[in-house]
């Protein structure tokens, strides 16, 4: 926990980050509404969709951001 840190190792946050990338796809097909930000800089909204609509998308600025979030599994 020196320098801030919060005591997890790195290979946690590695798995953990692996994981959440992967749930976030699936879990996108089974909610009315998605809300994708970036936090690095600024709050910035990058993604949404508000039951099978389209809102907002500027995931090509985020190549790490799984791209087939977009796609609708009813589609």
């Known amino acids: 926990m020196q320098k801030g ?3 997890v190792s790195k290979e946690i946050i590695k798995k953990r980050y ?3 990338k992967h749930n976030l796809t699936e ?3 089974k909610v009315d509404k998605v ?4 936090n690095s800089k600024k709050f910035t909204l990058v993604y949404a969709r508000v ?3 389209g809102i907002k ?10 791209q087939n979030i977009t796609f609708s599994e009813n589609l």
């Open 5 to 7: 840190g919060h005591g």
């Open 18 to 20: 692996q994981q959440s």
């Open 27 to 29: 879990v996108a097909f």
């Open 35 to 38: 809300m994708i930000y970036d």
């Open 51 to 53: 039951k099978g609509n």
């Open 57 to 66: 998308n500027n995931l090509s600025h985020f190549p790490w951001i799984n």
